[in-house]
């Protein structure tokens, strides 16, 4: 078959409209005037508004040999930067560029095409927070387009409706197939349109519409594709009369593979042993770009994450992505399943299921939904009574899930968001932001919570912002959400930079261990500072004696009031037993729950830490300044002084200088942070 003839076709449509009210022949005017700019790099970024104007670059760019990398006009500058950490690109047009052009009065013609090399690169969204660069050929736009055009018999005298973005391959091909057809597209539903792509969420909205459910009525091919056509909706819609067509396709095939089942013309579609859909023909895209590097599909069967079966009839059938389905308890979860229950619920509009790591269960699955007076234990209950227990989500969280310029949200987007809810609800914390301020991150004792450092924090002298944490089992962090020392520091950590990437810290007593380590392994900070902190045991046998004391710490006590009065006989209090704060806090504290402070000891006892030798070692290496301050009072503490290079000493202070001395500390803390 010969290459596709762009000068022809585009005198044999010259004076059909094709975007809106423009012609195909002020198309090919302005394609003109835009192929007169030379362009030095391979790949040029469009990040474009007007779908009108995208069209315009891409076909300027393909007569110059040149790759069109396709971008949202809504991405953010680091997000930018992300996406050139895939594919490097230095050029981006937006549409401001096109108010310079100058309209062409050259007579023009397309150069020569080259079918089968890169024209444009398409960023997968995916399941994963780092996007792919699909690469798609000039054939694999060609074929796409018109296999879709012969299934359907699309004519030149009928309009597609623009409801896609354009950066992704839906939109995409959406705009490629009115331009193979020699037809029109638009971009208001009140103009006749004979083909539109519609999510579910989208179709469900229309139908409810009573206006544009008379648009879809009217309309000859409804595509439905990008998320499940459930049950419910599918039949509202039959009930209407309208004309579905549920589709299957990627960016790696150049959109559409299936329709209702059936294989459209150019493309090839089987299934593996395990079920697994393999793809090849002339839809199929080159490659990938990510991390810089270019790998090619082949020409072999392109593997797919996506599962189907083979009807009887030979028609195909999705039946779930694999790379959504996680394991939480040894039990497979499908998400997809789970979430067409929840929609099902009428106080629900949307909802999905997210899976993060996490140490007990493996994967925990953390359900996002949004809905109308429903309450997270509501929905629980009612998922309860339609789902196997290990089908229901842990943790529940009601939050918009309408992300602007997407149609439907990326679950790489759901994910990060479902990991930083699920944070913020097992921590109990406060953060005290000030714009273009350092942070500083406070770590309280045993038995002390995220109040502990307040007073201090109020009266250290110039501008930080504040993160106050309770530790697991204090204050209201349940310990019940850790499952180990080691978890306790990688949930401290995804926590903390949800917030701050480099911060200062604080650490008091055991707070303080706790923020070396965190700062030894998992956050460099810009300093540390510690009070009255041990720095570890001097043999495994002085640990394993001093893990098993501070098991049984509790074990003669049953209610806090009376573990609180035997603690604080110990002589590293005087001082703060003395203090006039003290019996106020005492009464606090003998409200919270023992069996908290008690199960947290499995975790954070010092048994549990390094031994001294190991951590003076690192604290030798370490590239960050520590600061030390101790009681004078405080004789056993005292001795930790002569490891660090810069020390401070509190006259008439013992054990707790944050309780009895605030305002030194606040002195001590604002000229160390200066």
């Known amino acids: 078959m010969k290459p596709f003839d762009l000068n022809q076709h585009f005198k044999t449509v010259s004076q059909n409209l094709f975007f809106n ?82 309209i062409s009065i050259i007579p023009f013609s397309f150069s020569p095409l080259s079918p089968d090399e890169e024209a444009v690169i398409v960023f997968s969204s995916g399941t994963t927070n780092t996007s792919k660069g699909v690469v798609l050929s000039f054939n694999n ?63 469900k909205r229309w139908i409810e519409n009573p206006t544009k459910l008379d648009y879809l009525k009217s309309c000859r091919v409804i595509l439905i594709g990008g998320a499940p056509l ?53 839809i199929l895209s080159l490659g990938y770009y990510q991390n810089q590097n270019f790998k090619a599909h082949g020409p072999d069967w392109f593997k797919t994450n996506d599962q189907g079966i083979k009807l009887s009839n030979g028609l195909y059938c999705f039946k779930n992505r694999a790379d959504l389905i996680f394991i939480s308890g040894g039990e497979n979860i499908n998400p997809l399943m789970v979430e067409e229950i929840a929609r099902k619920h009428p106080a629900i509009t949307d909802a999905y299921l997210l899976s993060i790591t996490d140490e007990k269960w493996g994967e925990l699955g953390i359900m996002l939904y949004q809905g109308n007076n429903i309450s997270s234990n509501e929905l629980k209950e009612y998922l309860k009574t339609q789902l196997h227990p290990h089908l229901v989500p842990k943790f529940f969280f009601q939050t918009l899930l309408n992300f602007e310029g997407q149609l439907k949200p990326r679950r790489s987007q759901l994910k990060i968001l479902a990991h930083e809810l699920y944070l913020k609800s097992i921590f109990s914390f406060d953060y005290e932001k000030k714009e273009n301020s350092e942070t500083i991150v406070f770590f309280h004792g045993f038995l002390g919570d995220k109040e502990d450092f307040k007073k201090i924090a109020q009266n250290i002298t110039g501008d930080f912002s504040f993160l106050f944490i309770s530790l697991p089992g204090h204050g209201e962090t349940k310990i019940e959400n850790f499952y180990s020392l080691l978890d306790i520091f990688k949930k401290l950590e995804f926590f903390i930079r949800l917030f701050v990437n480099t911060p200062h810290f604080y650490g008091y007593s055991m707070g303080g261990r706790i923020a070396l380590q965190l700062a030894f392994h998992y956050i460099v900070p810009k300093s540390l500072i510690l ?53 106020r806090e005492i009464q606090k504290k003998s409200l919270h729950p023992l069996l908290q402070w008690r199960e947290s000891q499995k975790y954070l006892s010092q048994g549990f830490f390094p031994l001294l030798n190991e951590n003076i070692k690192l604290i030798k290496k ?53």
């Open 141 to 203: 736009l060609y074929f796409s387009a018109l296999g879709f055009i012969e299934f359907f018999k699309q004519k030149e005298t009928e309009t597609t409706l623009m409801n896609l973005p354009h950066n992704h391959v839906g939109g995409l091909m959406s705009l490629w197939r009115c331009f193979f057809s020699g037809g029109r597209l638009v971009t208001e539903d009140s103009i006749h349109f004979d083909f539109i792509s519609l999510v579910p969420l989208q179709l």
């Open 21 to 102: 009210e423009k012609t195909y022949a002020d198309l090919l005017k302005d394609v003109a005037a835009f192929s007169q700019i030379p362009f030095i790099e391979t790949h040029i970024a469009l990040q474009l508004n007007s779908t009108y104007y995208l069209m315009v670059a891409l076909l300027g760019l393909i007569n110059q040999k040149k790759t069109a990398i396709l971008i949202s006009p809504l991405e953010t500058n680091s997000s930018l930067e992300r996406l050139k950490e895939q594919i490097d690109f230095k050029t981006i047009i937006n549409d401001q560029y096109f108010d310079s052009l100058n």
């Open 531 to 583: 009070e009255s902190t041990g720095l570890g045991l001097k043999s495994t046998e002085e640990k394993k004696e001093r893990y098993s004391q501070d098991l049984n710490l509790f074990s003669s006590h049953t209610i806090a009031s009376t573990f609180l009065k035997q603690w604080y006989q110990n002589s590293l209090f005087d001082i703060y037993r003395r203090h006039e704060s003290f019996n």
């Open 622 to 674: 370490c590239t960050f300044p520590i600061f030390y301050i101790y009681g004078s009072e405080d004789k056993k503490y005292q001795e930790f002084a002569q490891y660090f290079q810069a020390s401070t000493v509190i006259p008439g202070a013992g054990h707790n200088p944050n309780k009895t001395h605030p305002l030194e500390i606040a002195k001590i803390a604002s000229k160390k942070l200066k």
């Open 230 to 282: 459930f049950i419910e909706l599918k039949q509202s819609a039959q009930l209407a009369g309208l004309n579905l067509f549920e589709t299957y396709g990627m960016s790696e095939s150049t959109s559409l593979v299936t329709i209702n089942g059936e294989i459209l013309p150019y493309r090839e579609v089987t299934l593996d042993a395990d079920g697994f859909f393999l793809i090849k023909g002339k």
